[in-house]
């Protein structure tokens, strides 16, 4: 802990570090649970994404408090028995299931146009209603569920306007803020880095991500065909080990620090946003070839089954590319000699510090594709 001001306190991530294997074992899907009525919205973009993500934890994570994991209040013409919920035990806030899925203290949330990972600042676990990992997942499922609700994004009709992440970012922040107020009181802080899938209105036509970042989570996108990162996130400090982050105490606000941009990309371009426990542990120049390698692999026929051509990734190759992305990462993390991102930046600090940085691992693997019909 560290002081910002007099009257802002808020946290950096160095904790003590422990190197003790895990038997853990990596999670992994394709998308993310949606309720009902956002799997049957009609997609109006032209454009989508063929996705995959997998996740490692270094601890488990802890269950989220009431009210947030009850299924929401029914109504007087509900049958008097509960039995049919009472073994349902997903997240839900203000009567919705809570979107995404948690993995430590990080959030992840995958769909067809909208892809996200947050890291919940670690060190609340230490502190009195303190819950990194239910800041980290609220504001990634008010965020998605702003993006479903403007119709810049939901409509291909709504070709004057563009849509906002910083502002959906922003009411996000606010209803998390709201969420966990009194009497649900729960403190914590959260990095937020998320890809929205849109398209140029205007010709030729082509597919357009707006990348929005505040803190140290990374989105790349990376062409394939041309074997090279096209574009990366930059990340945001306060100080080493302490990004910009969302939450209890922090100055920080999507509206004055939160930075997007607008990426021309191309089909089968590979688009990645993951929690810093990948890049604090792969330099940069190994998880671009971690990529290619694993598409080279998908192509040949290793990975597991396809649902489709399994040219460029397709057909399920991106889950193949996010397992071996996070294996890679957790032989790093888990190895108290190896050098690492981290232990070089934490050495020009003039700390000493060696090998890899035991932390939550979460990758989620887009493959930009143009929808049929």
């Known amino acids: 802990m560290r002081t910002a001001t007099a009257s802002r306190i808020f946290l950096s991530r160095t904790q003590p570090r422990r190197w003790l294997a895990s038997s853990a074992e990596t999670s992994a899907g394709t998308k993310t649970p949606l309720p009902e009525e956002a799997l049957n919205q009609k997609a109006k973009s032209p454009f989508y994404f063929d996705t995959g993500y997998a996740l490692f934890a270094k601890r488990p994570s802890r269950p989220f408090p009431p009210p947030f994991l009850s299924p929401p209040s029914g109504s007087f013409s509900d049958p008097l028995s509960t039995h049919h919920r009472s073994r349902d035990r997903r997240q839900w806030v203000n009567g919705e299931m809570i979107r995404g899925i948690t993995n430590g203290d990080d959030a992840v949330l995958v769909g067809e146009n909208f892809i996200g990972a947050n890291d919940g600042v670690g060190a609340w676990a230490t502190r009195p209603k303190g819950h990194a990992a239910l800041w980290s997942r609220l504001i990634l499922h008010f965020w998605a569920l702003e993006t479903e609700r403007d119709a810049s994004v ?13 502002q959906y970012l922003q009411k996000a922040y606010e209803q998390t803020i709201k969420a966990t107020s009194s009497p649900n009181e729960w403190n914590g802080t959260t990095t937020a880095c998320a890809a929205l899938l849109h398209y140029n209105s205007k010709e030729p036509g082509g597919p357009l991500l707006y990348v929005t970042n505040l803190g140290d989570s990374q989105c790349l996108v990376v062409r394939p065909k041309q074997e090279e990162i096209i574009y990366k996130t930059t990340e945001q400090w306060h100080w080493f080990d302490c990004p910009r982050q969302l939450g209890t105490n922090s100055p920080d606000t999507p509206k004055e620090n939160a930075v997007m941009d607008k990426v021309d990309i191309e089909e089968n371009d590979v688009v990645l946003t993951m929690s810093d426990g990948v890049v604090d542990n792969l330099w940069e120049h190994e998880v671009l070839e971690n990529i290619l390698e694993s598409i080279r692999k998908w192509e040949s026929g290793e990975g597991g089954e396809a649902s489709e051509d399994r040219t460029g990734g397709a057909g399920g190759g ?12 957790r032989v790093i993390a888990e190895d108290p000699y190896a050098e690492s991102p981290f232990m070089e930046r934490a050495i020009e600090e003039g700390l000493a510090m060696e090998g890899g940085k035991l932390d939550d691992i979460s990758v989620v693997a887009a493959l930009c594709k143009r929808r049929n019909g």
Do not use: C, D, G, Q
């Not at 991106?318 to 990462?329: G, H, N, R």
């Open 154 to 166: 939901t409509s291909i009709a709504a070709e004057s306007s563009e849509p906002n992440p910083v």
């Open 318 to 329: 991106m889950l193949f590319v996010a397992e071996e992305l996070v294996k890679a990462a």
